[in-house]
């Protein structure tokens, strides 16, 4: 095909600059016949139905990095799409000139790019750091020293997102802690949040008609995304549901009592909401199963003493252990 | 899965697009500027650079005859650009102003600055919010909500930069896994986090090697006014803080095929699995340094994963959780 002479980004771009000179915007036939990359390709009074897709995805591709790019129907043009017109208002295009960053926040900015090392969220922050470098401010300093990462290992991560964004619902099978079984379940996904060291989608949850959140590494297997709609409640959906999480963490209160000198010991006591006694103390929690998983995993190191049904999950899980490792295998 | 990946071409073309978009306004401020000095600033590399100016050179507007017309175009200076390599805009078109941040990059700023908002550089935390207020208005929609609750950071950290930063040697006592403790000498090198989990590497005088201790493992941390030896410029680290070592030992698992992502860093990417025994059961087989760790992951993950090979594993996992159930006085 003639059309790869121009390489895909030569032709986003001439694109970009076409509709953000225009005023009143272009129709796609004039884009399409004059656009460097379209024009080439273009045939008069002919079928252009694969340059009219190509349009298409071209145009989500730009409103993806950010670019406002508008559709705009005149009045005495109503119900015709021929006459659809697009454009790039300037003033939506660029950066406000009051936002501007000192070098320090530049090198913070860096910093807080470089948390994400996998997926979208890698992507999109180094897109984010390209642009930011326009603004032609260096940081004061390679940021020697600290290499931080949150992680985001769940297949169910970028499915949520995506559906989160265009507010459709989503379903997937969910298996609880603690419970053998996964159910399925269909909820209008709101937001995705970290919170001691967990992913967690906060969601209304359509089958019990209520808010709930659940725990991404507990999604079995793909979710599915629905065509079905829906609209967002008002309000900050991300910053409700982590105060719900932190308020749930200050909540859940185990008390234990460590071995002196162990492992145990060194890693929880820093953790302590409250010290009773050298080896005696208090953690918050916010679900009974993870910290019965956590707890267990120290075997004797670590005692629950209170409340009783968490001593008792801790009990029954290191009697699942042994049940599974006696005697020799196979 | 009917999600729409983020783009149905390599994302390359996307990247390109934003780098063009924001090479335009950094030309038209920096009049004249090397081609070495451009690419440096945007982390490419310099060929790279050459062909993005190329390319702005020779864009522009569409004319009202279907052309191009020259003074639609951008244009360089291309003596300077040619026999200099030097990059001198002399007409623009269209944009002039950076682009805007996109709803998900604005989210993915955010909610790395939420999390790093607990490190001790960041105690102001007025500065903070007005950064992030700013990178807000910066965005074109509201940002997507993703959010980062603040990392829980260990008393250690502050000494532990600090000495980092001057090059100073550092102390601690040293509890491993198996519950031994000892008094460590160490050439701090980086500081690594893994979620809500913070690490140090550094250069362990007694071993003369790079280890990683793990920050809630320390303890009476001091910075000692006795130079480090070695710097982080000088010792290559590499990006995974945990490293499989010939003397490791090979362990057989059967894990739930849904819980494969609990095992986290036991299961480095590309670990093969086969099939288990009944459905939706894979094998797996792991590398562990020592049993001490195995035992702890296999009653952290009790009914989800069981250790199959070898009988000493098992062994040692069945004592794991039988003294564990002893010490509740039950058997």
Redesign the interface.
């Known amino acids: 095909m003639p059309s790869e002479a121009v390489p895909v980004e030569e032709r986003l771009f001439s694109l970009v600059l076409a509709l953000v000179a225009t005023e009143h915007g272009l129709t796609k036939a004039e884009i399409l016949s004059s656009v460097q990359g379209y024009r080439q390709r273009y045939k008069p009074g002919g079928d252009n139905a694969s340059l009219e897709r190509q349009f298409e995805r071209d145009k989500d591709d730009i409103r993806e990095l950010g670019v406002p790019l508008e559709t705009i129907e005149l009045a005495s043009d109503a119900g015709n799409n021929q006459n659809l017109r697009y454009r790039i208002p300037k003033g939506a295009y660029d950066l406000p000139a009051d936002v501007t960053f000192t070098p320090q926040e530049t090198t913070l900015l860096n910093l807080a790019a470089e948390v994400w090392r996998e997926g979208s969220l890698s992507s999109e922050s180094h897109r984010a750091l390209l642009k930011l470098r326009s603004l032609g401010v260096d940081a004061i300093e390679p940021t020697i020293g600290y290499a931080p990462r949150i992680r985001v290992r769940e297949p169910a991560f970028e499915p949520l997102r995506a559906a989160i964004d265009k507010h459709v619902v989503v379903r997937f099978s969910y298996l609880k802690p603690g419970e053998d079984t996964a159910t399925e379940r269909t909820v209008e996904p709101l937001a995705l949040i970290k919170h001691e060291g967990r992913w967690h989608l906060a969601s209304f949850d359509r089958g019990r008609q209520e808010r709930r959140t659940f725990l991404l590494s507990r999604i079995v297997g793909a979710v599915t995304t629905t065509r079905t709609a829906f609209t967002p409640p008002e309000g900050d959906a991300a910053a409700a549901a982590l105060a719900d999480l932190d308020r749930i963490l200050a909540n859940g209160r185990v008390r234990i009592r460590v071995v002196p000198g162990s492992d145990a010991e060194t890693r929880l006591q820093r953790r302590a909401a409250e010290t009773l006694a050298d080896d005696e103390f208090v953690l918050n929690y916010s679900d009974s199963n993870l910290m019965a998983d956590e707890l267990a995993s120290y075997g004797p190191e670590v005692v629950v003493l209170e409340p009783a049904h968490l001593r008792d999950r801790v009990v029954q899980r290191l009697r699942r252990v042994v049940a599974d490792h006696e005697g020799t295998a196979r | 899965?009917?999600?729409?990946p983020?783009?149905?071409?390599p994302?390359q073309?996307?990247?390109?697009?934003?780098?063009?978009?924001?090479?335009?306004?950094?030309l038209i401020?920096?009049e004249d500027v090397g081609v070495a000095e451009a690419a440096q600033?945007?982390?490419v590399t310099e060929e790279e650079m050459r062909r993005h100016v190329r390319?702005?050179a020779v864009?522009?507007?569409?004319?009202d005859s279907?052309s191009?017309l020259h003074n639609d175009l951008f244009d360089i200076n291309w003596d300077e650009f040619e026999d200099n390599d030097r990059i001198v805009l002399t007409h623009s078109?269209?944009?002039d102003?950076?682009?805007?941040?996109?709803?998900?990059?604005?989210?993915?700023?955010?909610?790395?600055?939420q999390?790093?908002s607990a490190?001790p550089e960041?105690a102001d935390r007025q500065a903070?919010s007005t950064?992030m207020n700013?990178?807000a208005?910066?965005?074109?929609?509201p940002p997507?909500?993703?959010?980062?609750?603040r990392?829980?950071v260990?008393?250690a950290l502050p000494v532990l930069?600090e000495a980092?930063?001057s090059r100073h040697q550092v102390e601690f006592d040293y509890?491993?896994?198996?519950?031994a403790?000892e008094r460590r000498t160490v050439d701090p090198l980086?500081?690594?986090?893994?979620?809500?989990?913070w690490y140090l590497r550094g250069w362990d005088h007694a071993r003369s090697a790079v280890r990683t201790f793990?920050l809630?493992?320390m303890?009476e941390v001091v910075a000692t006014d006795r130079p480090a030896s070695r710097g982080?410029d000088e010792v290559a680290l590499s990006d995974t803080l945990f490293e499989t070592s010939p003397e490791d030992l090979s362990v057989v698992v059967e894990v739930s095929e849904?819980a494969l992502?609990?095992l986290?860093d036991y299961l480095p990417e590309g670990t093969r699995t086969r099939p288990g025994r009944r459905p939706g059961v894979v094998e797996a087989t792991l590398r562990v340094g020592h049993y001490h760790g195995l035992?702890?992951?296999?009653?952290?993950?009790?009914?989800v994963v069981?250790?199959?090979?070898?009988?000493q594993a098992?062994?040692a996992?069945?004592d794991?959780?039988?003294?564990?159930?002893?010490?509740?006085g039950?058997q």
């Open positions: 899965m009917s999600a729409r983020s783009s149905s071409r994302l073309a996307q990247d390109k697009l934003a780098f063009l978009l924001s090479l335009v306004p950094y401020d920096h600033h945007f982390g390319l702005i864009s522009g507007l569409p004319g279907d191009y078109v269209a944009i102003e950076s682009p805007r941040f996109s709803a998900r990059e604005t989210a993915a700023l955010l909610a790395g600055l999390y790093l490190l960041n903070l950064l700013k990178l208005r910066g965005a074109s929609a997507s909500p993703v959010v980062v609750a990392a829980r260990d008393s930069r980092l930063v509890r491993d896994a198996q519950g403790s980086r500081l690594d986090s893994d979620d809500e989990n793990r809630d493992r303890s982080s849904s992502p609990l986290g035992k702890r992951l296999a009653a952290r993950l009790s009914g069981v250790v199959r090979e070898p009988d098992r062994t996992v069945a794991w959780a039988r003294q564990g159930l002893a010490a509740y039950e």
